[in-house]
């Protein structure tokens, strides 16, 4: 089994800076993608960033294009998300997930407030 435990969030001013961790403990072989992904009241969730295991491949939504930056450290099993330039509308649950080829797991979420 594979379980992942995020820590980081918090409470920041806008135009502040925010750094997730989400570290995966158990059989972590299979994992291709590590990801991370938001979620407020009475919205879907959304993709913010991905990143390949082999090779660091990164994708991002536009939303966050040039403000944040998702990084892993394969050793460690873990994935990180630098999170910059900070708005308001970046408040949200956010979760991390890995993914193999046919299944994704996902860690418990850490609440993120961009309040003044």
């Known amino acids: 089994q594979v379980r992942l435990v995020q820590s980081g969030g918090g409470l920041v001013q806008p135009g502040g800076s925010l750094r997730l961790s989400c570290a995966a403990s158990?059989?972590?072989?299979?994992?291709?993608?590590m990801g991370w992904y938001r979620q407020t009241p009475g919205k879907q969730r959304e993709l913010v960033a991905t990143?390949?295991?082999?090779?660091?491949?990164?994708n991002y939504a536009e939303f966050v294009k040039g403000r944040f930056a998702i990084s892993r450290d394969n050793a460690k099993n873990t994935v990180y998300l630098q999170m910059n330039s900070l708005k308001p509308e970046d408040t949200a649950v956010y979760y991390c997930?890995?993914?193999?080829?046919?299944?994704?797991?996902w860690g418990q979420g850490t609440q993120v407030t961009v309040s003044s």
């Open positions: 997930s890995m993914s193999g080829i046919f299944t994704t797991i």
């Open positions: 158990g059989s972590t072989s299979n994992i291709r993608v």
């Open positions: 990143i390949t295991t082999s090779g660091g491949s990164t």
